[in-house]
């Protein structure tokens, strides 16, 4: 997803100004936004000669010469999504906008088609017990129970492989050898992999102490028996133009209390709500991270993800969330479990 700073315009944008960014642009394309930054719509080179052929001239607005109906993608949709919709409408490229509608960036349809392998570590913690998941995993680790023919981590692997993202660590531990026996180096998944051994339970940022090469650009981090549709180029892109220290993933989740909440104040009911629903927002366990949070984490001690975080808040770093709208899924217990190969096939 391309950076859009350089190539927004306000309303009351003269046709000149629009003409400058457009040629000097590679995109070649004008943003019209809003004072919050939602898009009213599109200008390009054909656009403005159309306007110029009606009789108006560079010192006009824009206003009346903006395609305000542009096709557009939401940051949730995937990548197979975005490419169906470009390819339908015969467009090499497509602003990409958040739920209020304000853009983000602007997604080049080439770049989905073949997309370049990225220098950004993918951490994937896969060295879990899966003690809620036995039998199953009593000689299997939790990431290689097969969902759809085939282990949850593999689809991890390819669908950050399908992103261009292919420098893969795995942090093994429980019955590592069976992860490594299937997986080797990676190279028959398009990928290459480096493993790090956990002799003691480091938690899910503890680990991260034990890099043996240090990332220098933001990286992520997941857990290795989830599955998920995410964007990953779009949550990469969303942290680095937050210029964010550490981003999570967050997932909304509605909680229905089974009983009528009685609301008092002293001895006095106020009111009485039936049954209330509560809205929360939960990790996700999917993170993105700057190199310079590494400073953070104690050497070889137990630091859970969670923690970490606390610890950039209470720094006053900047922590954000990237809520997910994808499909998620956690293969924690065997309900999950049988969710995801009942839903497998529809889903990917």
């Known amino acids: 997803m391309k950076n859009i700073q350089n190539i927004k315009l306000s309303i009351d944008s003269t046709i000149k100004e629009a003409l400058q960014i457009i040629d000097n642009g590679a995109l070649q394309i004008a943003l019209i936004v809003d004072e919050d930054d939602k898009l009213l719509g599109t200008l390009t080179d054909g656009d403005i000669r159309r306007g110029l052929l009606k009789g108006l001239d560079l010192n006009n607005s824009v206003e009346t010469i903006i395609f305000k109906t542009p096709t557009i993608a939401k940051i949730s949709n995937t990548k197979e999504e975005i490419l169906k919709l470009a390819l339908s409408k015969k467009l090499h490229q497509i602003p990409i906008v958040d739920d209020s509608g304000k853009i983000l960036g602007i997604q080049e349809i080439e770049e989905l088609i073949k997309p370049k392998d990225k220098i950004n570590k993918v951490i994937l913690m896969v060295g879990g017990l899966g003690t809620r998941l036995r039998p199953l995993t009593e000689n299997t680790p939790k990431p290689m129970l097969k969902v759809g023919n085939k282990p949850i981590l593999q689809t991890i692997v390819e669908k950050f492989a399908e992103y261009g993202y292919t420098n893969i ?86 909680f229905q209390v089974p009983y009528g909440v009685v609301n008092i104040e002293g001895s006095r009911i106020k009111s009485i709500e039936e049954k209330p629903t509560h809205n929360f927002f939960v990790s996700a366990g999917i993170y993105m991270l700057s190199p310079e949070v590494l400073k953070y984490i104690p050497e070889n001690e137990f630091y859970d993800m969670p923690t970490l975080f606390e610890k950039l808040i209470s720094e006053n770093e900047n922590a954000i969330s990237f809520p997910l709208r994808e499909y998620w899924l956690d293969i924690g217990r065997i309900e999950e479990y049988k969710k995801a190969n009942e839903e497998y096939d529809g889903v990917f």
């Open 169 to 254: 660590v795995m942090c093994v531990n429980y019955k590592s050898h069976v992860i490594q026996d299937y997986f080797d180096d990676g190279k028959e998944f398009g990928v290459n992999i480096e493993y790090i051994l956990e002799e003691q339970r480091m938690g899910t940022a503890g680990a991260l102490s034990l890099l043996k090469e240090k990332p220098t650009e933001p990286f992520f981090v997941m857990n290795g028996d989830l599955l998920t549709n995410v964007n990953f180029e779009h949550l990469h892109d969303f942290h680095t133009n937050n210029n964010s220290m550490g981003t999570m993933c967050v997932r909304e989740y509605d």
